[in-house]
């Protein structure tokens, strides 16, 4: 893994003083994870590059952490860690470039303050959420971005994209400025966080984001990504950027801390869900669509974007969630024929119910598996025989894939209000099944990072109708 970072200000070896790395040696330094080297490739009067080199050890890795990077044998010693900008980069600058990055230059005080004519490059940078999200994350803070995407593999140009990037970044800033975003940012693209993230991290946070952070667009999905989705923290941080009481409404906030670990894999998988059902949804032309458990209004909030659909209808059995989605999506700020896209009903999948009818498609995310099995039958009838939208898309989570979450005990679920998970088998026959009894055909879709054995996390069936 290869950070670099050039000056292109005359003098520019200046860099050295800043960096507190003599451009003339190459310098070594062990970490708990590996070792990094420090060198230039080039230090001119014109033109100075400090090179960061990471040798990730992925054995270390493991060790230092047991049982937590998660994925089986396998995967906890070949990764991509070695390979990426991971939060061990982060890590990396904090102790290497630890005074550039608190701004402190005893030689050269000037220097520290000075903006310089800077350009950091990240080899390869995973980011999953594609170019649009770096330009969102870089581009507000006055970076000049470039991002060249890298193919799966380059000798099989149809397996397409990886979720790989070299990128980088140029503007006039301080050194201080440049690492702290990168010490903040490249975490937040690092699904898999390697450190345990507690209460200092907030103070980690904020000693380095206090300046920038609390007028970016992305504040709130940087520090909850930053803090790995452990919410109350983010509450916390987010409550003294911006100066305000931490509420306390969130509904995220039932969820206790330990589930929230369990957890926390599934929210960018939660992410991935929205995007394969959204993507389902387009393909199939849908204009008007029924989410049924639509709980508080995650999918609905995609659906308002979508200027295809002209008809959104929510339904959930929690007044609660009804009421929480109702304000999340603004519906009281919305008149005129916006508010006409929209309804929220209450109501139960269980029951038949003319509300249910008309649509062109109906989502199911994450429900069937909080009902008892004897009403999976009225669930069947409700929906495949009398409401019959064109398409039904429905997900459930892949039993088989609980094994790579080492912090879910053995044979548990992955939710305490489960009453049971599918293995892939159990869900293809039952939705073959019921397929054939209404009249639908269907085609099963994995959802999240498949893996060999295990299969992916999500199950998506897409139903449609053939009458
Ligand atoms: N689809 C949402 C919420 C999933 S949680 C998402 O993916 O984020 C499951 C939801 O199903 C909850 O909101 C719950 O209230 C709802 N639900 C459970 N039983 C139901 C029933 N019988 N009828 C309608 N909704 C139900």
């Not at 507000?140 to 193919?151: F, I, K, S, V």
């Not at 998988?269 to 008007?288: H, K, P, T």
């Not at 008892?372 to 009398?386: G, K, N, S, W």
């Not at 998970?421 to 990072?449: C, H, I, L, M, N």
Request: glycine residues 8%; hydrophobic residues 40%.
């Amino acid at each position: 893994m290869l950070f670099t970072l050039t000056n292109t200000a005359a003098p520019a070896t200046d860099l050295g003083y800043l960096l507190h790395k003599n451009p003339n040696r190459c310098q070594v330094a062990d970490l708990n994870f590996g070792k990094a080297y420090i060198f230039y490739p080039e230090a001119s009067e014109k033109s100075c590059t400090a090179a960061l080199l990471l040798d990730i050890d992925p054995v270390a890795i493991v060790r230092g952490k047991p049982g937590t990077t998660g994925g089986g044998p396998l995967a906890q010693y070949v990764n991509d860690k070695p390979y990426v900008a991971s939060s061990f980069l982060s890590v990396a600058i904090a102790s290497l470039y630890g005074s550039a990055l608190q701004g402190k230059c005893p030689q050269r005080p000037d220097l520290a303050a000075t903006r310089l004519p800077l350009t950091a490059e990240l080899a390869v940078l995973p980011c999953r959420g594609g170019r649009n999200f770096l330009s969102e994350l870089f581009e507000p803070l006055g970076y000049d971005l470039q991002a060249t995407r890298h193919a799966l593999d380059q000798r099989f140009p149809n397996w397409g994209d990886s979720v790989y990037y070299t990128v980088t970044l140029s503007k006039r800033t301080t050194v201080q400025e440049l690492l702290a975003h990168l010490y903040v940012l490249i975490p937040v693209l690092d699904n898999d966080k390697h450190y345990y993230v507690g209460e200092s991290e907030v103070e980690n946070l904020l000693s380095k984001g206090a300046q920038w952070l609390a007028g970016h667009p992305l504040r709130d999905t940087i520090v909850k990504r930053y803090l790995k989705f452990r919410f109350s923290l983010a509450r916390q941080a987010l409550a003294r950027l911006t100066e305000e009481e931490p509420e306390d409404t969130d509904a995220d906030s039932c969820q206790p801390d330990g589930q929230e670990l369990t957890l926390e894999e599934t929210v960018s998988l939660n992410e991935e869900r929205l995007g394969a059902v959204l993507a389902a949804l387009r393909e199939s032309g849908a204009g008007s669509v029924l989410d049924i458990g639509c709980g508080e209004g995650k999918l609905l909030r995609l659906l308002l974007k979508e200027k295809a659909i002209t008809g959104i209808v929510g339904m959930d059995v929690s007044v609660r969630s009804l009421e929480i989605a109702h304000q999340k999506l603004g519906l009281d700020r919305l008149a005129g024929p916006a508010r006409e896209r929209i309804r929220l009903i209450h109501g139960s999948l269980l029951y038949r119910d003319s509300r249910f009818s008309g649509f062109d498609a109906a989502t199911v995310m994450e429900v069937i598996e909080h009902l008892d099995p004897p009403r999976l039958t009225a669930f069947e009838r409700v929906l495949f025989e009398a409401a019959r939208p064109g398409r039904i898309i429905l997900t459930t989570p892949n039993h088989e894939y609980n094994a790579m979450w080492p912090n879910l005990p053995a044979g548990r679920f992955r939710h305490p209000d489960h009453r049971f998970e599918w293995t892939r088998r159990e869900f293809q026959e039952w939705a073959q099944a019921t397929a054939d009894r209404y009249g639908y055909s269907v085609r099963f879709v994995p959802v999240g990072r498949e893996d060999e054995i295990l299969g992916a996390p999500t199950q998506m069936g897409v139903f449609i109708n053939g009458n």
